[in-house]
């Protein structure tokens, strides 16, 4: 091979490596968040450098014999097999290797299974290609979760809190990983799986499924918003009040006729009711696979949509908030999705076909395949008028 090829070779393989070793990546594990992180943080400068030195150490040796033994068409060198000084020096120098990085690997492990310390717990479910929180009733840092909060995409935690997840799955494996909080914790069918993570300070923080788990295994995401204790007893007390009905003869009304007739079979909306006053259920177990979809009651308080994949910020209010210094984080954070902000391209391309931006088996031929029940949403066929109403109703959805 001539040494222009390899020399493009190596300066292409010395780019990617070096692309992936970006300070401030989103999913940067060298930037520990939280206490955990930090333990893995900590190992993974212990084992790293020590692998890249025996790794330097190996490649030069075989560029050496490589190169001193090359053939000229010597003698057959003489053969260490059966030399018993090399091939125990062989043996332990690796040995006494491996127990060292293994001690304090053991040592990790067994500090981050450790669950009796937390503070906090919500149960978290993965489903093909979204995860759903379940804030079941307890009290946190003095304040009270009175009754169960449903929600999906950010996971909402407060600040200097040791949490506890309790994952699961409702359909395949999927896994579960914010790199700024902790490692990567498998979400099984029919197990519950303990996840403990904590957040130093208020931020965001975004996590990807790990586990091949179908079609848009790529696009099931995750994020974790760490609030302080001011901000988080406020999302705690918006998260738990219904949803209130728009006003009189306005479009977000008309919005809401819509969704009663298209969305209620699969959405909830607490607080939302039928045309003759009674509460409107919905229904997802009849409709769709996983029997659960995304809980809408205040959709606008979060900054994204199916299964974290899409912003519902346009691009300069979403920096406003990813930039957010830790002290004017909750306040940006908690401002939710206003009217200025609201990315209405990735809201109204949802609603006009959701199956063209997202991949979930929802075409109608291939429902025979999961019982005649959708994968994710379905194209709706809305109208245009249908889309704008919606978009307006939605809006309110604080």
């Not at 208020?202 to 609030?227: D, Y």
């Not at 918006?238 to 819509?258: C, D, F, H, I, K």
């Not at 899409?310 to 401002?335: H, I, M, Q």
């Not at 379905?378 to 109403?389: A, H, Q, R, V």
Request: hydrophobic share 40%.
């Amino acid at each position: 091979m001539p040494l222009r090829r390899i020399g493009l070779g190596l300066a292409a393989s010395s780019a990617i490596f070096l692309a992936g070793c970006a300070r401030n990546a989103p999913q940067d594990t060298w930037q520990p968040k939280g206490e955990n992180a930090e333990k893995i943080n900590t190992l993974q400068w212990m084992v790293f450098p020590l692998a890249g030195i025996v790794g330097v150490a190996v490649f030069a040796l075989i560029a050496y014999i490589l190169w001193r033994f090359r053939d000229r068409g010597q003698a057959i060198p003489h053969q260490s097999h059966g030399n018993p000084a090399v091939e125990i020096t062989l043996t332990i120098i690796p040995a006494l290797i491996l127990s060292v990085v293994g001690v304090f690997t053991f040592k990790g492990i067994f500090e981050l299974a450790q669950t009796n310390d937390t503070q906090m717990v919500i149960n978290v479910t993965g489903q093909q290609w979204w995860w759903e929180y379940d804030y079941p009733a307890q009290v946190v840092n003095g304040v009270e979760i009175t009754q169960p909060i449903i929600t999906s995409g950010q996971l909402v935690i407060p600040t200097g809190t040791k949490v506890l997840l309790r994952e699961t799955s409702r359909d395949v494996i999927h896994s579960y990983w914010i790199p700024a909080l902790n490692g990567k914790k498998d979400a099984v069918p029919g197990r519950i799986n303990l996840l403990r993570i904590q957040a130093n300070k208020p931020g965001i923080f975004a996590g990807q499924c790990t586990e091949f788990c179908g079609l848009s295994h790529a696009n099931m995401r995750m994020e974790a918003v760490a609030l302080g204790p001011e901000d988080f007893a406020a999302w705690i007390a918006n998260q738990q009040r219904n949803a209130e009905s728009p006003a009189q003869a306005t479009l977000a009304q008309e919005g809401e006729a819509v969704f009663l007739n298209q969305c209620i079979r699969c959405h909830q909306v607490n607080g939302l009711k039928k045309a003759d006053g009674t509460a409107a259920i919905a229904a997802p177990d009849e409709n769709v696979y996983s029997g659960a979809v995304p809980n809408l009651t205040h959709l606008m308080s979060r900054n994204t949509f199916a299964g974290a994949k899409f912003d519902l910020l346009t691009a300069d209010c979403r920096k406003n908030v990813w930039s957010a210094s830790p002290d004017e984080f909750g306040s940006a954070y908690l401002k939710g999705v206003t009217s200025d902000c609201l990315n209405q391209t990735n809201l109204r391309g949802w609603l006009r076909n959701a199956p063209a931006m997202k991949p979930m088996y929802a075409d109608p031929t291939k429902l025979a395949v999961s019982d005649g029940k959708y994968r994710g949403m379905p194209n709706l066929g809305l109208s245009e008028s249908d889309i704008d109403k919606l978009v307006a109703y939605l809006s309110t959805l604080k």
